[in-house]
């Protein structure tokens, strides 16, 4: 599901949805914005690493390892991919 473009945020949560939920098998009722990465939802440093991994390829924009520190929820995790997408356009 790569995309060029930008994603509206609804798209974006979508997006960090579905890859919490393939990728790391959770389910998709625990998550919502406010879940905690790590104390609700589980993930180790690897899983958001590999959680990184999967936006970039869903989102196709790049993300920066210093960014892991930064997400701690899935909300979290939504704000970052919108803000790499303003640098992104800022940059057009």
Request: proline letters at 3%; hydrophobic letters at 45%.
């Amino acid at each position: 599901m790569s995309h060029t473009g930008q994603l509206a945020t609804a798209q974006v949560a979508e997006v960090v949805t579905n890859v919490l939920v393939d990728t790391l098998n959770l389910p998709a009722a625990d998550v919502v914005p406010d879940a905690n990465l790590k104390e609700d939802l589980g993930l180790d440093s690897l899983d958001l690493l590999e959680l990184l991994a999967a936006i970039e390829a869903h989102v196709g924009e790049p993300v920066d390892d210093a960014d892991i520190g930064s997400i701690r929820t899935v909300g979290d995790a939504v704000t970052l991919i919108e803000r790499l997408q303003d640098a992104v356009r800022e940059d057009r």
